[in-house]
């Protein structure tokens, strides 16, 4: 159907009749984003931790073929595999926001960031204009947003409940210690 669609376009590349080009979806309300496929998942992971696919394949005991196959939907990631993989980012995720809390806020001991902030988890998630998500950081006694930090600028946002998000800064961060404090007393 395509080729016969395409009669007459010889000459001229496939790139030029189907152009590519990124689409984000604003979500409504209530409407869940799409599910992140495992393959994708694996290759966010390994490039939020700066790994190639040698590497990342050599720490889980693979080879590195595997891993390509796994990473391009060829043959699914095993769950043993991915949850090793999760596991290695959520530590990862628990440094860089104790590193960016660290920086906006260098008084902040980690006695504070461990009562204030949950064990980080590895998810992967849209906000509602479409950007993609890695990391997700509760935070005790504060329910407006979840921290995570989006994937195209490497960024920490804070997401509320509606996928709204808000750039995390020293006046964000403020509010959260002083809404952890007042919970506190």
Known sequence: M?????AGFDDVPKSQVFPT???????????KPPAVAESYKLRAYREFLGLTQTALAAKL????????????????VPFMDLAHVRQI?????????????KSLKPDLNRSDFDGIFSTPDADIRFDSQGNLYLGLVFIEGYRKHTLQMRLDDQKWYGID???????????????????GKSRLS
Do not use: K
């Open 2 to 6: 395509v080729d016969q669609e395409l």
């Open 21 to 31: 080009f990124t689409l984000r979806i604003p979500m409504p309300r209530g409407v």
């Open 61 to 76: 005991d693979r080879s590195p073929d595997r891993l390509a196959e796994w990473e391009s939907g060829a043959s699914p």
């Open 89 to 101: 980012v959520a530590g990862q995720v628990r440094e860089e926001t104790q590193r960016l809390f």
């Open 161 to 179: 409940e509606d996928g709204n998000a808000t750039i995390v800064d020293e006046a964000f961060l403020d509010s959260i210690i002083e809404s």
